[in-house]
């Protein structure tokens, strides 16, 4: 006769989990108006005793993916959570698997150009075991910095993430350039880091131009199509899933931050001499910052590839509190991000403040993720050997410098914008 090995957990844990466990179970039933709920917390009870964790259905985890969505409030285009596609991805344990999976999310979620937005949940972590598989990586589709005697070519805000893949092993193109698309890098239930080539020829790149200045076009700007914030958890009745999340770009994430911003690729100067803009001209970044925004839209549009802008977004998030409000639900929301240059007064999300709580479930950054990238050392300083690595605690995380991570995809519009 055998015996089956039950973990031990400590009690109070278990207890917690059955609390957060419980009070997801009942938020589901009570909002989906789906039967059984006592005869499923009973039995997710009783599977929490026994082994220390539970298992959502489907069903579960999908509402779960997008109510967290519906909750993320520094994102301010969550009129379309209910519209997210939930890919259930639990069973996958190997590290071949899971560049397989994330090559799917990017075609999914890619569409031809149709942008969807697109979640997928990986298996979570336990009282006693990390996850199988985290992505470290915050975005699958990231370009190098590279130091140079006249500064950084590249993206500044992945110098860490760049130093970490070369401590891993990877040496980068022959050819270094300012768009060179950095690789994935996963970390084991071990704790040890893994470099997985990125699947270039599933990141679709949209290079950007503007039909009255053809100049443009010169400076070899690009940009991704879609962002898949790669380093997601979904926190859900006291589980933590690593979860990959994507939704489409708003004009303003490229051309104010990634393109515009002096610690990222500083473009202002370069397109405001380009349109001989006077330097007593008080409004030249201004006027620099439109045709940059211009530029994005239209390089989208030209390309097939959905995009959105400030302005359709605040009427959409508008909507989107007037129905939450309708049903008695409290909108979460951080007004600075909401509202993010070019928003302006005349934009409706402008002229009224939200609950700054985090309701369940949630969306989050991978606590080891920032640890993981926060703690590397600086370029020019001596690698740490990575590849031997452990992972650092969650209560080790720390945002990454001062620099505003790309941390809010925005759904797609409605129709499909074209050029």
Not at 222 to 251: E, K, Q, Y
Request: aromatic fraction near 8%; glycine fraction near 8%.
């Amino acid at each position: 006769m055998s015996a089956a090995i039950v973990p031990s957990h400590p009690r109070g844990s278990v207890n917690d989990l059955c609390v957060q466990a419980r009070g997801f179970l009942r938020q589901y039933h009570d909002e989906t108006d789906t039967p059984g709920h006592i005869q499923r917390w009973w039995d997710v009870r009783a599977e929490i005793h026994a082994t220390g964790t539970w298992r959502p259905t489907y069903d579960e985890l999908a509402y779960a993916a997008r109510a967290a969505w519906r909750n993320a409030g520094r994102c301010i285009g969550r009129a379309r959570w209910s519209s997210l596609i939930v890919r259930d991805r639990r069973h996958i344990t190997s590290l071949q698997d899971l560049r397989r999976e994330l090559t799917g999310h990017l075609d999914e979620a890619t569409n031809g150009g149709r942008v969807r937005s697109v979640l997928t949940v990986l298996a979570p972590g336990t009282e006693s075991a990390p996850a199988p598989l985290r992505v470290m990586s915050p975005q699958l589709a990231r370009y190098a910095a590279w130091p140079t005697d006249g500064g950084i070519v590249g993206d500044p805000a992945n110098a860490a993430l760049t130093a970490l893949a070369m401590d891993l092993g990877w040496s980068g193109p022959a050819y270094r350039s300012a768009f060179d698309l950095l690789p994935w890098i996963a970390a084991t239930a071990d704790g040890r880091l893994n470099l997985l080539p990125a699947e270039h020829r599933h990141i679709r790149e949209v290079p950007i131009h503007h039909p009255e200045h053809p100049w443009i076009a010169e400076l070899g700007l690009r940009w991704p199509a879609v962002p898949v914030i790669s380093n997601m958890t979904l926190d859900v009745g006291g589980l933590r899933f690593p979860a990959p999340f994507s939704g489409a770009f708003m004009a303003g994430e490229i051309a104010t931050r990634n393109f515009a911003d002096q610690h990222r690729y500083h473009q202002l100067p370069v397109i405001a001499a380009g349109l001989g803009l006077s330097e007593r001209d008080r409004l030249r970044i201004d006027k620099a910052l439109l045709i940059l925004h211009e530029a994005v839209l239209c390089s989208f549009e030209t390309a097939g590839v959905s995009i959105t802008d400030h302005h359709r977004e605040s009427r959409s998030f508008a909507r989107f509190v007037a129905q939450e409000e309708a049903e008695g639900r409290t909108v979460s929301g951080d007004w600075s991000w909401l509202n993010s240059y070019p928003m302006t007064p005349q934009d409706p999300s402008w002229s009224r403040y939200y609950d700054d709580g985090q309701p369940a479930p949630a969306l989050r950054p991978d606590p080891y993720s920032l640890a993981l990238i926060a703690d590397h050392p600086r370029l020019g300083h001596e690698p740490s050997p990575r590849q031997h690595a452990v992972v650092p605690p969650a209560a080790a995380a720390t945002p990454i410098g001062t620099i505003r991570e790309d941390l809010c995809p925005h759904a797609p519009p409605h129709a499909h914008v074209s050029g």
